[in-house]
C-alpha cells in the first residue's frame, strides 16, 4: 500500500536532490527521502537503490523524527554521525589564531596550543602543513593563507567538476583589516540559483575559464598578485590559460598541501577574521564544494567577482 508522503518545503527537496546527486551514503538516503515522499512503499524503494528494507525503514523513522530532515545548507540528520578515532585538527582556528598571536611570548607553538587548549605537537603539525614559519617579527606561510597575507577574495568559478577561486595577494606591506560579514552574500545568492542556469559548450571550458581570470584583473588592488586555487591541475592544461602561468602578477596552481575546498575555507575566514572567520568559512566552502561535486558537465559556469 502507498505511504502517505510527508510534505516537503520547496528547500529541502532542493536540498535532498543536491544530496541525491553528490553520491555516497549521504546520497543513498536523500534517494530514500526522495521516493519516499512520492508515496512509495519501503519493499519498493529498498528493490529500487539495492539496499535492505531495513536500512530504509530507519532512515525513514530517523527522516521524520527531525523537525524538517536537511537544513537549508544541506547538512542534517542525513549526514554521516561523527566518526570515533582521533578528532580532527582545527587548522583553520589554529591559522587565525597564528596570524593575531601578539609577539611577546605568544608565537611559539606551547603559546598557541596554551591559547587555543590544545597540544604544541597539534599546533607544529598544522603549521607544516599550511608551510608557516614564525619569527619574532613576521609571521608568514608558504601557502599564502594567513590573514594579513591576503588583501582580499577576488572571486569564484565553478563549471562542472572544475572550480578555482581567486584573492589579491599582499606582496609589501600587510594586507587590511577583515572584511564586512556581509562580502559574500551576493555570492550565496548566486549559488543558491544556480539550478536555474542555461547549458553550455563543454568544448569552451578552457576560454570560460579565461574569461573569469580577465574579468578579475581590472579589480587587481596595488602591491597584490593574483592567487588563483583550482580544484583541477588539469584546468591549467589548456593553450588559452599557458600565457597566463608566465605571468609575474598571477599564481595559478592547485592547493599546496590541503585539499581544495579547506583552502578555500581558510582564505575565507582570513578574509573575514577570528571572529566569525572559522565558522562561515567552513560552511561557505562546504556548500560551493557540495554544489561542485553535484553540478553536471555542460551546466553555464557559475562566475562571482567580489
Not at 92 to 111: C, D, F, H, K
Not at 267 to 292: C, F, K, N, S
Request: with cysteine.
Amino acid at each position: 500500500m502507498p505511504v502517505e508522503p510527508r510534505p516537503l518545503s520547496a528547500e529541502t527537496i532542493m536540498s535532498l536532490r543536491r544530496a541525491a546527486q553528490a553520491g555516497g551514503p549521504a546520497g543513498t538516503r536523500a534517494k530514500i527521502i526522495l521516493l519516499a515522499h512520492q508515496g512509495r512503499t519501503d519493499v519498493a524503494i529498498a528493490a529500487e537503490l539495492g539496499i535492505a528494507r531495513q536500512t530504509v525503514a530507519r532512515w525513514r523513522r530517523r527522516f521524520e523524527a527531525a523537525a524538517d530532515g536537511v537544513v537549508p545548507d544541506g547538512t542534517g540528520v542525513l549526514a554521516d554521525a561523527p566518526r570515533s578515532g582521533r578528532p580532527p585538527v582545527p587548522e583553520i582556528p589554529v591559522l587565525l589564531a597564528t596570524a593575531t598571536a601578539p609577539p611577546e611570548g605568544g608565537r611559539s607553538a606551547a603559546g598557541l596550543a596554551a591559547r587555543l587548549g590544545l597540544s604544541a605537537a597539534t599546533v607544529r603539525r598544522v603549521w607544516r602543513r599550511w608551510g608557516v614559519v614564525v619569527h619574532r617579527d613576521r609571521i608568514r606561510s608558504e601557502s599564502g593563507v594567513l590573514a594579513g597575507e591576503i588583501e582580499r577574495f577576488g572571486g569564484l568559478y565553478l563549471n562542472g567538476g572544475d572550480g578555482a577561486f581567486a584573492y589579491w595577494l599582499r606582496t609589501g606591506r600587510p594586507a587590511t583589516g577583515p572584511a564586512d560579514a556581509g562580502t559574500f552574500e551576493p555570492m550565496l545568492a548566486l549559488l543558491d540559483a544556480a539550478d536555474s542556469r542555461d547549458e553550455c559548450f563543454p568544448e569552451r571550458r578552457d576560454l570560460e575559464f579565461e574569461q573569469f581570470l580577465d574579468q578579475l584583473l581590472p579589480a587587481r588592488p596595488d602591491g597584490t598578485v593574483l592567487r588563483v586555487v583550482v580544484s583541477d591541475p588539469a584546468m591549467t592544461d589548456s593553450d588559452v590559460i599557458m600565457p597566463w602561468l608566465a605571468r609575474p602578477d598571477v599564481r595559478i596552481g592547485p592547493p599546496p598541501s590541503a585539499g581544495w575546498a579547506i583552502f578555500l575555507a581558510a582564505v575565507i575566514a582570513a578574509e573575514l577574521g577570528p571572529g566569525t572567520g572559522a565558522a562561515a568559512g567552513t560552511r561557505i566552502a562546504d556548500r560551493v564544494e557540495r554544489l561542485r561535486r553535484s553540478a553536471p558537465d555542460g551546466r553555464e559556469p557559475i562566475r562571482w567577482i567580489a
